[in-house]
């Protein structure tokens, strides 16, 4: 069974966002096996410098990379400028991923600053859920359940219309 690690900054505040990523973290345990890996965002000001906002990032990703040196996974990371898919594409990829040797599926999700270049290079793919902003708790909420969706397209059940 193929693990799928959602690595994200910062923690769901709101008891409804906990409830949603609960209950397609309950429907996944069919498919796969999920782990929820919520780092530390860094402290910053109201109006951080350049400077101040890359070194904020930089820390953020040496506590991701334990998580992304993983020998036989596969990394996307969630960002504006990645590569729109559709549902049916994402279950192909996660598809590909299973019959293909990897083991583990990483979807990185950044603080509201983003990503460091290091872990986007890094990635396998850059994966953007839209050109429109969305809050980060949603974001996850969001891409939990695309997740979701692409194995029961791959299972070919009904949910998917």
């Given amino acids: 069974m193929i693990k799928i690690n959602l690595i994200t900054v910062g923690k769901l505040k709101e008891q409804y966002w906990r409830d949603a ?3 397609y973290s309950k429907r996944l345990n069919a498919f796969c096996k999920l782990e929820i890996i919520e780092l530390s965002e860094s402290k910053l000001p109201d109006d ?3 400077k101040q906002t890359l070194a904020a990032l930089d820390s953020e990703a040496k506590a991701m990379q334990p ?3 993983l020998k036989g996974s596969f990394t996307f990371a969630m960002c504006i400028e990645g590569k729109q898919m559709t549902s049916e594409e994402l279950s192909k990829k996660l598809d590909f991923c299973g019959t ?3 083991s583990t599926v990483n979807f990185v ?7 460091a270049q290091s872990i986007k290079k890094q990635a396998d793919a850059r994966l953007s859920m839209s050109e429109m902003t969305f ?3 949603l974001a996850r909420v969001m891409l939990i359940e695309q997740v979701y ?3 029961q ?3 070919h059940t009904k949910y998917h219309k």
């Fill in 149 to 151: 969706r692409a194995f």
């Fill in 67 to 69: 998580y992304l040196d």
């Fill in 21 to 23: 990523i609960a209950e």
């Fill in 109 to 115: 999700i950044g603080s509201s600053f983003g990503i």
């Fill in 153 to 155: 397209i791959n299972a």
């Fill in 100 to 102: 293909s040797g990897y």
């Fill in 48 to 50: 951080p410098s350049e």
């Fill in 135 to 137: 809050p980060h708790q």
